[in-house]
């Protein structure tokens, strides 16, 4: 069994910031990329993603106010939002892209986190 628990979210004032993290656990031999996507009514997107080489990529409207990192270590990914604005409300999921011992190379998703940014 794999898991992928989240933390972080919450409601912030606008240019606020908060920081989500995301471990996985379970029977996991290696993880590839870690990312987190949101998911405002009737649309999910891509954040930011991490690869194993900890090459990073964001999309567009998040570029120098969010920034994702991991920790191999503890299997977790961290992503810090600064400079918080109204649109960037939204249930935010952690992926994580792994080899799950016994089963290969699996998609994996978090439970979700609520992030508002309201004043």
């Known amino acids: 069994q794999v898991q992928l628990v989240e933390s972080g979210g919450g409601l912030v004032q606008p240019g606020g910031s908060l920081r989500l993290s995301c471990t996985a656990s379970?029977?996991?031999?290696?993880?590839?990329?870690m990312g987190w996507y949101r998911q405002a009514p009737g649309k999910q997107r891509l954040v930011a993603i991490i690869s194993d080489d900890d090459s990073t990529q964001y999309t567009d409207s998040v570029k120098g106010r969010f920034t994702i990192s991991r920790d191999g270590a503890k299997n977790t990914v961290y992503l810090q939002m600064n400079n918080l604005k109204p649109e960037d409300t939204a249930v935010y999921y952690c992926?994580?892209?792994?080899?799950?011992?016994?089963?290969?190379?699996?998609?994996?998703w978090g439970q979700g986190t609520q992030v508002t940014v309201s004043s």
């Open positions: 992926n994580a892209d792994l080899w799950h011992i016994g089963v290969g190379r699996t998609d994996y």
């Open positions: 379970g029977n996991i031999f290696t993880i590839y990329n």
